[in-house]
């Protein structure tokens, strides 16, 4: 069984960097290297939305709303995702969720990411 396991969020102000982990645990090395991985954020009262993806080559992609400030990166070796989130903005206030693209495996709890003055 995958389990997946958020952390970094937190309170930051406008401006101001986060950066986030996603261990996943349950699923070797093998499976975690060789598929695309994403995060994703859910605001309050919206839908879940796609904000990163980064292939098992290491290609990136970026949602319009974050390109230029975000970077997804991965440690094969960790089984770890990262996402480096600089210049945040109020709009970003989510709280943020990683998974396998293409067959998402159960949804872990998130990190909450607040900013706010």
């Known amino acids: 069984q995958v389990q997946l396991e958020e952390s970094g969020g937190g309170l930051v102000q406008p401006g101001g960097s986060l950066t986030l982990s996603c261990i996943v645990s349950g699923a070797s090395g093998t499976i975690f290297s060789s598929h695309d991985m994403g995060w994703y954020r859910q605001a309050p009262g919206k839908e879940r939305e796609w904000v990163a993806r980064?292939?098992?080559?290491?290609?990136?992609y970026y949602a319009d709303s974050v390109k230029g400030r975000f970077t997804i990166s991965r440690d094969n070796a960790k089984n770890t995702l990262y996402l480096q989130m600089n210049s945040l903005k109020p709009e970003d206030t989510s709280v943020y969720y990683c998974?396998?693209?293409?067959?998402?495996?159960?949804w872990g709890q998130g990190t909450l990411v607040t900013v706010s003055s």
């Open positions: 998974n396998r693209v293409l067959t998402p495996w159960a």
């Open positions: 980064i292939r098992y080559d290491g290609g990136t």
